[in-house]
């Protein structure tokens, strides 16, 4: 059984002598406490050394990677010729896969072997015979050195840090800059109340501050390079008469000093603001154009980086911010939220109550295919984001219009027959359903019949329409007395319940004209003449 133990300058391979001991790893460290004991364990089989910094490297990424480097290639070659029934006891899973696959070599990674290596670290000077610990310590700090720079130059995200770290600069000096403002407002309201309901621009009312100082000096101010010309009539005016508190000149001078501090802040604001408008530009321009530079470093700030955006699908990108809002939907089964951070895009906002959840549907589709133009195409231009914008504005202005919109590539007058369904109705026949030998085929057919014939009072009516306009004159017939025609009812009754089978019967009666109809009642009239 053998161990492959990774270092800085290369590759050592040793041999287990005692497997046992690699099942009992509870008290293995004690078998490690001095160098005698740690040669009896483990006898170093193979070093294979890095020839410089550069291989030390690209073996280190490989193992990173799970991948096999071509010296640990080289090395496990010998041991697979050599000693090919044996098992090697590797750190990381991903690699022995690796090994597994390119080299038919058996791999065992779990606690045991992490646990052995660990043992195996503590008496490495001793078990690697010709390594000096200062050539160790020289060749790890320049691993370490050259593996961080591999990182930062190579990191498809590096130029997305910039992004990232601007916009989340960008929204603390936002929420900074309210702060600010809120406290010179309520400082300097004590003074001059008046002139916060005049003056609602935050930068305007911190600069008349600034120039004015205590509201005596308002009347003998120029302050026509700041306010319009009404407003400073009325600024004016209002100090004549307020109604404030008189302060001292240390507290105006400090008031002037936080006013100045603001004035600053908004100067940078807008300068981090042009910056990052610039780097979403060049780094990913039909985002920038569909939603705005702000918007859109927003989601990469969120996602992480513009690659990490990408593989987001719509949906995801559409509710991208409102993460508490969808698990809390989800938890009390309520109506999921239509979207997030996309609300703050322009389209979004202008468009109607009733209309935002479908725009921002349609502009987070548009959206996500933008983001993985912009993060995997080459020679990336805006002209996509320009050709979806259009779109979207049009379908916008359809919907505020009211107007029907078509798919697209379908004309208006087609029709997706398709997708259509036609419904069959089929009723079960329940007469059919019966074993029994007294169902007549004639009876099941008169049920049939009746399933789907009218009702009987319409049926009746319908009857004696028909034998009015149709049926020829009959000849008169004498009259019966009332004697007879209850003989006549109660023999129909009779012969109802005794006899089922004339159901059949009857309903052809019923269905025959009315000239037919008579005839068969005249003739059941004289057979209960002739029985009496």
């Given at each position: 059984?053998?161990?492959?133990?990774?270092?800085?300058?290369?590759?050592?391979?040793?041999?287990?002598l005692?497997?046992n001991?690699?099942?009992e790893?509870?008290?293995?460290?004690?078998?490690?406490?001095t160098?005698e004991?740690?040669?009896?364990?483990v006898?170093?089989?193979h070093?294979?050394?890095?020839?410089?910094?550069?291989?030390a490297?690209?073996?280190?990424?490989?193992?990173?990677?799970?991948?096999?480097?071509?010296?640990?290639?080289k090395?496990?070659?010998?041991?697979?010729?050599?000693?090919?029934?044996?098992?090697?006891?590797?750190?990381?899973?991903?690699?022995?896969?690796?090994i597994?696959?390119?080299?038919?070599?058996?791999?065992?990674?779990?606690?045991?072997v992490l646990?052995?290596?660990?043992?195996?670290?503590?008496?490495?000077?001793s078990?690697?015979?010709?390594?000096?610990?200062?050539?160790m310590?020289?060749m790890?700090?320049?691993?370490?050195?050259?593996?961080?720079?591999?990182?930062?130059?190579?990191?498809?995200?590096?130029?997305?840090?910039?992004i990232v770290?601007?916009?989340?600069?960008?929204?603390?000096?936002?929420?900074?800059?309210?702060?600010?403002?809120?406290?010179?407002?309520?400082?300097y309201?004590?003074?001059?109340?008046?002139?916060?309901?005049?003056?609602?621009d935050?930068?305007a009312?911190v600069?008349?501050i600034k120039?004015?100082?205590?509201?005596?000096?308002?009347?003998?101010?120029d302050?026509?390079?700041?306010?319009?010309?009404e407003l400073?009539?009325?600024?004016k005016?209002?100090?004549?008469i307020?109604?404030?508190?008189?302060?001292?000149?240390?507290?105006?001078?400090?008031?002037?000093?936080l006013?100045?501090?603001?004035?600053?802040?908004?100067e940078?604001?807008?300068?981090?603001s042009d910056y990052?408008?610039?780097?979403?530009?060049?780094?990913?321009?039909?985002l920038?154009?569909l939603v705005?530079e702000?918007?859109?470093?927003?989601?990469?700030?969120?996602?992480g980086?513009l690659v990490n955006?990408?593989k987001?699908p719509?949906?995801?990108l559409?509710?991208?911010?409102?993460?508490k809002?969808?698990?809390?939907?989800?938890?009390?089964k309520?109506?999921?939220p239509?979207?997030?951070?996309?609300?703050?895009?322009a389209?979004?906002?202008s468009a109607?109550?009733k209309?935002?959840?479908?725009?921002?549907r349609?502009?987070?589709?548009?959206?996500s295919?933008?983001?993985?133009?912009?993060?995997?195409?080459?020679?990336?231009?805006?002209?996509?984001?320009?050709?979806?914008?259009?779109?979207?504005?049009?379908?916008?202005?359809?919907?505020?219009?009211g107007?029907?919109t078509?798919?697209?590539?379908?004309?208006a007058?087609?029709?997706?027959?398709?997708?259509?369904a036609?419904s069959?109705?089929?009723?079960?026949?329940?007469?059919?359903d019966?074993?029994?030998?007294?169902t007549?085929?004639?009876?099941?057919?008169?049920?049939?019949?009746?399933?789907?014939?009218p009702?009987?009072?319409?049926?009746?009516?319908?009857?004696?329409?028909?034998?009015?306009?149709e049926?020829?004159?009959a000849t008169?017939?004498?009259?019966?007395?009332?004697?007879?025609?209850?003989k006549?009812?109660?023999?129909?009754?009779k012969?109802?319940?005794?006899?089922?089978?004339e159901?059949s019967?009857?309903?052809?009666?019923?269905?025959?004209?009315?000239?037919v109809?008579?005839?068969?009642?005249?003739k059941?009239?004289?057979?209960t003449?002739?029985?009496?």
């Amino acid at each position: 059984m053998f161990i492959l133990y990774e270092t800085p300058a290369g590759y050592a391979i040793f041999k287990l002598l005692d497997d046992n001991k690699f099942k009992e790893i509870d008290n293995l460290y004690l078998e490690f406490e001095t160098p005698e004991k740690a040669s009896k364990i483990v006898k170093l089989k193979h070093f294979e050394k890095f020839a410089d910094t550069t291989e030390a490297l690209s073996a280190a990424t490989a193992a990173v990677e799970g991948k096999l480097s071509k010296s640990l290639k080289k090395a496990l070659k010998k041991l697979v010729d050599d000693d090919v029934q044996n098992q090697l006891l590797v750190a990381d899973a991903k690699l022995g896969n690796a090994i597994k696959d390119k080299l038919s070599l058996q791999c065992v990674a779990n606690t045991s072997v992490l646990e052995l290596m660990r043992c195996i670290r503590t008496q490495s000077e001793s078990l690697l015979s010709g390594l000096p610990k200062k050539e160790m310590t020289a060749m790890s700090l320049g691993l370490a050195h050259s593996l961080s720079r591999y990182k930062l130059k190579f990191s498809p995200d590096k130029i997305d840090t910039m992004i990232v770290q601007a916009q989340t600069l960008l929204d603390d000096l936002d929420k900074e800059l309210n702060n600010y403002m809120m406290r010179v407002r309520e400082w300097y309201g004590w003074h001059f109340p008046e002139l916060g309901k005049i003056l609602t621009d935050n930068i305007a009312y911190v600069k008349v501050i600034k120039l004015v100082g205590t509201r005596d000096n308002m009347a003998d101010t120029d302050l026509s390079d700041i306010l319009m010309e009404e407003l400073e009539q009325k600024a004016k005016e209002a100090a004549e008469i307020s109604m404030g508190t008189e302060i001292s000149e240390e507290d105006i001078t400090n008031i002037q000093s936080l006013c100045d501090e603001i004035i600053s802040i908004n100067e940078y604001r807008t300068h981090l603001s042009d910056y990052l408008k610039a780097r979403m530009m060049a780094m990913a321009p039909n985002l920038t154009v569909l939603v705005g530079e702000t918007v859109g470093a927003r989601l990469i700030a969120h996602s992480g980086s513009l690659v990490n955006l990408a593989k987001h699908p719509a949906s995801t990108l559409q509710i991208l911010g409102s993460e508490k809002a969808l698990f809390r939907a989800l938890k009390t089964k309520k109506d999921t939220p239509k979207y997030g951070l996309i609300y703050h895009a322009a389209m979004v906002g202008s468009a109607s109550i009733k209309n935002k959840g479908r725009i921002s549907r349609s502009l987070a589709a548009k959206a996500s295919l933008a983001t993985r133009v912009d993060a995997f195409g080459d020679d990336v231009t805006m002209q996509l984001g320009i050709d979806h914008r259009a779109k979207l504005e049009t379908r916008l202005r359809m919907l505020e219009q009211g107007n029907s919109t078509r798919l697209s590539g379908v004309k208006a007058k087609a029709k997706l027959q398709k997708f259509h369904a036609v419904s069959e109705v089929k009723t079960f026949k329940v007469a059919t359903d019966s074993t029994l030998p007294s169902t007549s085929s004639k009876k099941v057919k008169a049920e049939e019949e009746s399933a789907s014939a009218p009702s009987p009072k319409k049926k009746k009516v319908q009857q004696e329409e028909a034998a009015v306009e149709e049926a020829p004159p009959a000849t008169e017939e004498p009259e019966l007395g009332e004697g007879s025609a209850k003989k006549k009812k109660k023999k129909k009754n009779k012969g109802d319940s005794e006899q089922p089978a004339e159901e059949s019967v009857l309903e052809e009666s019923m269905e025959a004209p009315a000239s037919v109809k008579k005839s068969k009642k005249s003739k059941q009239k004289k057979a209960t003449e002739d029985d009496e």
